[in-house]
């Protein structure tokens, strides 16, 4: 029968990223997408910040996802190194989504990084994905997906699709994928069959233990804290039933004066920040973890290169 029929489609695979301002919904439509939890999402803007990948297997396809940090008007040398990264981002990747939340009239902000949009080159397609629709009525929903084509008009960008999403309501997600996977080049799978993400569990475990010192004290310390993860390893002598994960792990702040904010009264908030992070890797890594956090001052390190480098940047 099969060599009679038109040819199966031909296998699918490539990169592709999710851009838009903070909070438009990209790292909660990657994990829809990909079915776990990758990236870290939050209520406030600008959480992620290291490339996150999760990667969406199909029997004809392979989607890789590259969740990049917000672009944002750089005021420091770390906000330069951000945006640098997500222009490298977008000039590698295969497919560009463009995520405009249905509940915001398009702003600066979008219109700032759809111009930006516009600069990569046509090959590469974009599609413009109308994010969180369960937050809007019909009418609403319309006039965004006008008010979208509309942007790429002004601005010469052809999108591939312009697609509406719920992520929270899992409205459409399935398509979004099939979308995006058509647009793929032709190749064969990148990573093999199982994977999820390829970001060092370091990186993740950072980011899980950066979250919850911001927590309750985001505007106190919106950018100034880093955490670097000095190391992993299992503890030594204890029953193959019941293993151990020590983690040492630092906080870095720009000031003394912050100290005070990240440790608490008798390093109370401290102590609170490390059984959040700590219950949170458990559930990543799937295995008990003992978790020792410094809090250390690095003076100014989002101006200085070298303290940058270090921390990962
Ligand atoms: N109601 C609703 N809320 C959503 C949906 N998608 C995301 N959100 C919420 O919007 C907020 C921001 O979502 P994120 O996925 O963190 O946004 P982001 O674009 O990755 O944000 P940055 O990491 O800051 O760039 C979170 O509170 C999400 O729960 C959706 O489909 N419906």
């Not at 029929?5 to 592709?16: K, M």
């Not at 994990?31 to 990236?39: H, I, P």
């Not at 369960?134 to 006039?143: I, P, Q, T, W």
């Not at 601005?155 to 058509?182: F, H, M, N, R």
């Amino acid at each position: 029968m099969g060599a009679m029929n038109a040819p199966s489609s031909p296998y699918r695979s490539g990169f592709a990223c999710f851009v838009g301002r903070p909070n438009a919904g990209k790292s909660t439509l990657t994990n829809a997408l990909v079915g776990t939890k990758v990236a870290i999402t939050s209520d406030r803007p600008q959480t992620t910040r290291h490339t996150v990948r999760g990667i969406v297997h199909r029997p004809d396809a392979q989607l890789v996802l590259v969740d990049t940090p917000g672009l944002h008007k750089p005021r420091t040398l770390l906000g330069e190194r951000l945006n640098d990264l997500v222009r490298s981002t977008w000039a590698e990747v295969d497919v560009i989504g463009f995520c405009v939340p249905a509940d915001q009239k398009l702003g600066p902000g979008d219109k700032f990084i759809a111009k930006e949009l516009a600069e990569i080159k046509k090959s590469t397609p974009k599609v413009a994905l109308v994010t969180k629709t369960d937050l809007v009525d019909s009418k609403r929903l319309a006039e965004q997906l006008i008010a979208v084509q509309q942007l790429g008009a002004e601005l010469g960008i052809e999108w591939a699709e312009i697609i509406p999403v719920s992520a929270v309501g899992d409205k459409q997600v399935d398509l979004v994928a099939d979308l995006l996977t058509k647009l793929l080049p032709e190749g064969m799978p990148l990573y093999p069959d199982g994977d999820l993400t390829d970001e060092p569990e370091q990186i993740m475990v950072a980011e899980l233990i950066r979250e919850a010192a911001l927590e309750g004290v985001r505007d106190e310390l919106p950018h100034s804290l880093a955490v670097v993860v000095e190391e992993m390893i299992p503890r030594e002598g204890r029953p193959a039933d019941r293993p151990l994960l020590d983690i040492h792990a630092n906080v870095y702040i720009e000031r003394q004066s912050q100290k005070a904010i990240v440790i608490g009264a008798k390093g109370s908030r401290l102590k609170h920040v490390g059984t959040t992070a700590r219950k949170q890797i458990e559930a990543l890594l799937g295995t008990p973890v003992y978790l020792d956090l410094h809090v250390k001052v690095a003076k100014d390190w989002q101006r200085d290169p070298k303290q940058l480098r270090k921390l990962g940047f």
